[in-house]
């Protein structure tokens, strides 16, 4: 048949060459040979001990995880050597005789212990755990013992230690074990099944710079799974600390202040945003989601209807109450809509249209000016102010003090609260905005909800001539302002002399808590839970807990030039200046105590 | 008449190259079976099936005239890059990086087509160009913009692996056509400059792998971690091999990988250096069966395919081989007919039905 072949067109040039490429593939070819010759001929045999004992082991060093520190170095969050003990499965010659050895030791029967080896066979190469945190004189007896107990090894390692329980620990979170999910999302990130992520708080925003860097471990086992030597180590880098600008001791008084009741503190210093206290109640001992958790209590957390896990600090939403006077007072003085001096008039109620509006005060405040409308909280004064501004000034207004947006706190999951609008009412429930609407905005009831975080951020940047500060936490943060033009000093130094008048003035609202030793200025302010039930109108303890109004106060000292700004909300605690205003009395009063320590220190030991 | 031609194709298909194919690809079910069988046997099954489909596909290109392809050559192009993108922007990423594109529950890898795409554009375009005996760099501007397309999309998958490939093959089957001496030198000399840019443009698991190649001890838990323990079942395998299913490193699980990149060491471990010698002999003789056939294929265009196809065969068996063997970074390039795959099968098996068609044709006027 090769006859009939024609001549390939084939030039000779590219037949050359080609034959060429042939050699050298061949060549390349006969190299894998020659490798494989060296291999598995000449070295088979230390190859095949290598796989036969299996003699590499490659362990992780955790790294222990960077502490978290209170402004004073004060440790938060530290970290305990804790000893596992654990078995190698394919190591232990003789099941039996390791397990009547160990069960004379920690707190499992030789039958439980056989059960635990025999279930980690099916990967006899992973370490199985028969015990975590073991006593010192458990793991003293274990390495006594431990040339009779082949694959049985301690594992020296920290767990975290949450040194006050739960102080703070809406603030520093917790740990848990690294889900499914995170593996995928941090895949270049080094994580491994079984280790601890941030899932909350500071654990969480700082996980990065707190977890450091594992080591690695490389070393030959005999047989028996025995050490031999270490062939190759990379030590494992500590995490980095996380400084807070919380202050510990006044982190417990606001804490102890609020004690068992519902709701939240936030202290802050109004000159720069840093957090001085951040509490929320109720809280939880973050240490107990360190192990695995039974579902059936992870089940009755996430349901508990009071959310110990929400940081009500930042995601808890409340209307405003009688604290958003304020901002009606701050909105009418810089659009020229009032002058201080400007009255109106308080019969105890407001009509409008064929509603009536109720002032606190049922006898009515008769003339009230500004000052005044702020130190009595007169409800009708704002009434027709609000009325007068309109809903698009307010909502504008509140906007400027960064209502209804995110605060800027390290934190990533804070709630930003509602700022009403006429849009969004018509987006919402489709009907038009309604003038009546306006009216009740005006003293903080109807839609506005806000945070406390929002209430501390928008009431330094009142009482610190107009200076609007990122709130934050971490020490390492650069503070961030913006100055808030609108407002003008003169209307701020007005509306900061009444806000003095609500402590110290002869009708304030909230003068029990004035104190002879340094100045205060505030606002209380209620917000109705549910109209009907409104608390003026009969004994507190008639109405059912979940009905009764929510406590608010803020306050501030001294009130010349503020060093400290309290937030303080109780859940369902009724009137904010009997109920709110003591707990910030409380935190007010242990800064001064703390700073007058500190400051007697300092100046004996450095100057 | 009928009769007589069927005759005459099975006297003229090349059954060296066939058969030595078919042993490749029942080592390559044998291995796979005792890589997966511990984990599933699912992986077993559907490697059958693509190879059925495979097969068909095979027989599919053994019978259209192969010159049937150069009209379809920029069609081809524009499908491939097609999906590429689709790739890029649809698919979430596996394992870090987008090269799956899933057709209901098929799961199909466009890097892969781009491989043969390669070679069909390079050789459509060496036919078209037949005239010119040395290419210039004038010349070269076409292929070089027309090319770097697909391998760009390949890189930000990214799949360095594959993007080596499509510039090797490409290279390879240029250089094979004539390029002028100057051209050459200039080429290699913008290479040595481009050099350190393209290592800054590596991912950090990539420059990670190459490092850890060079030292291994830099990262024995990672890329590390996998060419020692290759290394291991592949030098525990001694002469004999430990036997089918019998390979340690493979069976505990200690090698990553190894019903893909890695299936070499699980040759290697259970068959010993006389199974490891046998595979690379078979394919030793599939390549130079295809280059043979090229030679004396009856157009140019034939011709060029066989070398391309020959090249794309030869880089992956060697590659893939040397870095189960420790001598090459670890890249993620599967051994042919050996490796998990179903797209990578079927591409395969398309070339050996190519080559068949050309060896066959070169009997038909």
């Known amino acids: ?607 | 008449m009928q009769m007589g031609r069927y005759a005459k194709i099975i006297d003229n298909i090349d059954w060296g190259l066939l058969l030595s194919t078919m042993c490749i690809l029942v080592i390559g079910l044998l291995c796979l079976y005792s890589a997966t069988r511990v984990a599933t046997t699912i992986l077993f099954w559907k490697q059958l099936i693509w190879i059925g489909i495979g097969l068909l596909v095979m027989l599919m290109a053994f019978f259209v005239d192969y010159r049937f392809l150069l009209p379809l050559t920029w069609p081809i192009y524009l499908a491939v890059l097609l999906l590429l993108v689709i790739v890029f922007f649809l698919r979430p990423e596996i394992s870090g990086a987008r090269r799956w594109l899933s057709l209901g529950p098929i799961g199909v890898q466009p890097s892969e087509l781009a491989k043969i795409m390669t070679v069909i554009l390079v050789a459509y375009w060496g036919e078209q160009k037949k005239h010119i005996l040395n290419f210039g760099l004038r010349e070269l501007v076409q292929p070089f913009v027309i090319l770097s397309i697909p391998v760009l999309l390949v890189l930000i998958e990214p799949d360095l692996g594959t993007a080596g490939i499509i510039t090797l093959i490409a290279v390879s089957m240029l250089v094979l056509l004539g390029i002028k001496r100057s051209t050459l030198l200039s080429a290699g000399a913008f290479l040595v400059i481009a050099l350190p840019f393209g290592w800054l443009s590596l991912k950090g698991y990539q420059r990670l792998r190459i490092l850890s190649f060079l030292d291994p001890s830099r990262d024995p838990l990672g890329s590390g971690y996998h060419a020692m323990q290759s290394k291991i079942a592949v030098g525990s395998g001694s002469l004999i091999g430990k036997g089918f299913l019998d390979g340690t490193q493979t069976q505990l699980k200690f090698l990553p990988e190894h019903h893909t990149d890695f299936i070499f060491s699980v040759v290697a471990e259970e068959w010993g250096f006389v199974g490891s010698l046998i595979l690379i002999v078979l394919f030793m003789l599939l390549i130079t069966k295809i280059f043979s056939i090229g030679l004396k294929a009856k157009d140019r265009f034939g011709t060029l395919l066989c070398f391309g196809i020959a090249i794309y065969f030869s880089l992956h068996v060697f590659i893939n081989i040397a870095m189960a063997i420790g001598i090459f970074p670890v890249v993620g390039v599967p051994l042919p007919f050996i490796s998990y795959g179903g797209s990578f099968m079927l591409v395969n098996l398309f070339c050996i039905g190519l080559v068949l068609n050309i060896s066959w044709r070169r009997f038909i006027f």
């Open chain 1, 1 to 607: 048949m090769e006859h009939n072949i024609p001549a390939p067109e084939v030039d000779e040039e590219l037949k050359w060459k080609a034959r060429f490429l042939i050699v050298v593939v061949i060549a390349l070819f006969l190299v894998l040979i020659f490798r494989l010759v060296h291999m598995q001929i000449f070295n088979g045999s230390y190859y095949e001990s290598l796989a036969r004992n299996n003699r590499i082991r490659i362990v992780s060093v955790k790294a222990p995880r960077g502490k978290i520190l209170d402004r004073n170095a004060i440790v938060l969050a530290d970290n305990r050597p804790t000893y596992n003990l654990m078995v190698i499965p394919e190591d232990i010659s003789d099941v039996d005789q390791v397990a009547a050895r160990l069960a004379g030791i920690i707190d499992s029967s030789v039958d439980e212990i056989i059960d635990i080896i025999q279930t980690g066979m099916s990967r006899p190469y992973d370490p199985v755990y028969l015990d975590k945190d073991i006593s010192f004189d458990q793991v003293a007896r274990i390495e006594t013992d431990i040339f009779h107990l082949p694959g049985v090894s301690i594992e020296a390692t920290t767990e975290r230690d949450y040194v006050y329980k739960d102080l703070a620990s809406h603030v520093l979170g917790f740990l848990g074990e690294v889900s499914k999910k995170e593996l995928t999302a941090h895949r270049d990130a080094g994580y491994e099944i079984n280790d601890l992520i941030g899932k909350g708080g500071i654990e969480m925003i700082c996980e990065n710079d707190l977890r450091g860097s594992k080591g690695i471990r490389v070393f030959e086992v005999d047989a028996l799974g025995r050490k031999i030597k270490v062939l190759d180590e990379r030590p494992a880098v500590p995490g980095r600390d996380s400084e807070l600008t919380i202050d510990k001791q006044l982190q417990v008084i606001a804490s102890d202040s609020l004690g068992s009741r519902v709701g939240a503190v936030v202290a802050i210093n109004p000159s720069n945003g840093e957090i001085l206290a951040m509490v929320s109640k109720p809280d939880f001992d973050p240490s107990m989601f360190l192990t695995p958790m039974a579902p059936e209590m992870w089940q009755q957390i996430i349901e508990d209807p009071l959310h110990p896990l929400e940081n009500r600090a930042f995601r808890g939403q409340y209307p405003p109450g009688s604290i958003f006077k304020i901002l009606i007072a701050l909105a009418g003085l810089s659009t020229k809509t009032i002058t201080p001096q400007d009255t109106f008039y308080c019969p105890g109620y407001y009509i409008l249209g064929t509603k009536t509006f109720k002032c606190w005060k049922e006898a009515g405040h008769e003339d009230v000016n500004l000052h005044k409308a702020i130190e009595e909280s007169c409800d009708v004064y704002f009434y027709n102010l609000g009325k007068q501004l309109g809903i698009d000034v307010i909502s504008q207004y509140a906007l400027y003090l960064g209502f209804g947006l995110a605060t800027g706190i390290e934190f990533q999951d804070e709630t930003t609260g509602l700022v009403p609008t006429r849009q969004w009412k018509v987006k919402r429930f489709g009907t038009p905005w309604m003038p009546g609407e306006t009216v009740i905005t005006s003293i903080g009831q109807g839609f506005t909800l806000v945070t406390p975080l929002q209430v501390a951020k928008a009431m330094s940047a009142v009482v610190n001539g107009g200076y609007l500060y990122e709130p934050r936490i971490l020490k390492t943060s650069k503070p961030e302002f913006k100055r808030v033009s609108e407002f003008s000093p003169e209307d701020l130094a007005v509306v900061k002399e009444a806000l003095r008048s609500v402590v110290e003035g002869e009708h304030g609202t909230a003068k029990r808590i004035k104190d002879p030793m340094f100045s205060i200025g505030g606002k209380t302010g209620t917000a109705q839970v549910a109209r009907g039930y409104t608390s003026k109108l009969s004994d507190e303890s008639d109405i059912p807990y979940k009905y009764r109004d929510h406590a608010w106060f803020f306050g501030f000292s001294p009130v010349e030039a503020p060093e400290i700004l309290v937030v303080a909300v109780v859940e369902h605690g009724g009137h904010g200046s009997a109920i709110a205003s003591p707990v910030v009395q409380d935190v007010i009063k242990g800064y001064y105590f703390l700073k007058g320590y500190a400051n007697g220190k300092v100046r004996k030991d450095n100057r």
